[in-house]
């Protein structure tokens, strides 16, 4: 079992920066895929972004990429997503899900992560 907890989230102008943090409960973090999805009103989730248990693989959706860093920290079970350069679209409700071993190539998919945290809002002002 695993419980995570987002935080970091904001109102924040476009071209500013946040950082959102996912704090993870439970002795097996490490050995976890991390991911963030959004939600924007009226869209479906989307991927943003994941970090597989090493930390050795990453991967961005394209419209992040470039501007969105995630990073983990086994040692204190939790997750960072640095967010630059922000857009009005990039405005949503931040969700840091957990997925255990998931196959190659899966890892924009939500429905292979088995815990999600409750989300965190992030608004960017135009």
């Known amino acids: 079992q695993v419980r995570l907890v987002e935080s970091g989230g904001g109102l924040v102008q476009a071209g500013g920066s946040l950082r959102l943090s996912c704090a993870a409960s439970?002795?097996?973090?490490?050995?976890?895929?991390m991911g963030w999805f959004r939600q924007a009103p009226g869209k479906e989730r989307e991927f943003v972004t994941s970090?597989?248990?090493?930390?050795?693989?990453?991967n961005y959706a394209g419209s992040v990429k470039g501007r969105f860093t995630i990073s983990r920290d086994n040692a204190k079970n939790t997750v960072t997503l640095q967010m630059n350069s922000l857009k009005p679209e990039d405005t949503a409700v931040y969700y840091c899900?957990?997925?255990?071993?998931?196959?190659?190539?899966?890892?924009?998919?939500?429905?292979?992560?088995?815990?999600w945290g409750q989300g965190t809002q992030v608004t960017v002002s135009s």
């Open positions: 899900a957990a997925a255990p071993n998931p196959s190659a190539g899966t890892y924009y998919r939500p429905s292979i992560y088995d815990y």
């Open positions: 439970g002795r097996t973090f490490s050995s976890y895929t």
């Open positions: 970090i597989n248990w090493s930390g050795a693989y990453v």
